[in-house]
């Protein structure tokens, strides 16, 4: 698969996570692309930090809103009772626990579940945006992501960047399986049939523990 392949197969697993009225917050790049593949029947509520609850699908080219961005700043739709406001009010809902669900991009997870997805030391960052509440206020974190970066594995023992928040990843989604954060380690739920266990062990460096009933994405 070539990086927009993996980006829709990853986009459109994820899609399969969400319900039917779940509030919903999907972090900048990969996970923008979720609306555009949820399964039918399924309504979501998407909320953004900069302040915005009810967002729709990426907007047709040329069919833009200058006024409508998310929080990293590309193009959204809305839906007809999509409400605007401030940014205080829009961390009131992520802290007050009102996210069912946020799906984020990593730079690095590990084995407990804790995150890196905001900084590379020595690199310019313009900060840790609201990830930090994102992780700690929604009831479910799922990361979107690549498996690997370069070829070298972002799925670690222990994170070696600068954490974002500790223990908050529930489930990791990629081109190459789905994973489930437990208290005994990382376990491998399902896999691309494309790839062997053997081949997505060899790309994780934590160390898998793979389920019984081991399915296909």
């Not at 509520?45 to 998310?70: A, C, D, F, H, R």
């Not at 960047?161 to 954060?181: F, Y």
């Amino acid at each position: 698969m070539d990086k927009n392949e993996i980006r829709t197969f990853i986009a459109r697993r994820a899609a399969q996570e969400l319900h039917d009225g779940d509030v919903v917050n999907l972090g900048i790049g990969l996970p923008t692309l979720i609306p555009n593949y949820l399964p039918e029947g399924v309504h979501v509520v998407l909320q953004s930090e900069n302040g915005m609850i009810g967002m729709g699908p990426t907007p047709e080219e040329g069919k833009e809103n200058p006024w409508y961005i998310n929080a990293g700043g590309g193009y959204i739709t809305t839906t007809p009772d999509a409400s605007t406001f401030d940014s205080a009010t829009s961390f009131g809902i992520i802290r007050g626990g009102h996210v069912d669900v946020s799906i984020l991009g990593a730079m690095q997870v590990d084995e407990e579940g804790d995150l890196a997805n905001w900084m590379i030391p020595g690199k310019k960052t313009p900060g840790m945006g609201g990830a930090m509440d994102l992780l700690v206020g929604a009831k479910k974190v799922i990361l979107a992501m690549e498996h690997t970066a370069k070829g070298n594995p972002k799925i670690l023992k222990k994170c070696t960047l600068p954490l974002t928040a500790k223990g908050q990843v529930n489930m990791i989604i990629t081109e190459m399986g789905v994973m489930e954060i437990t208290p005994k380690g990382i376990v491998l739920t399902e896999i691309n049939p494309e790839f062997t266990v053997e081949q997505v062990q060899a790309a994780t460096e934590a160390t898998l523990i793979i389920a019984d009933n081991l399915k296909q994405m």
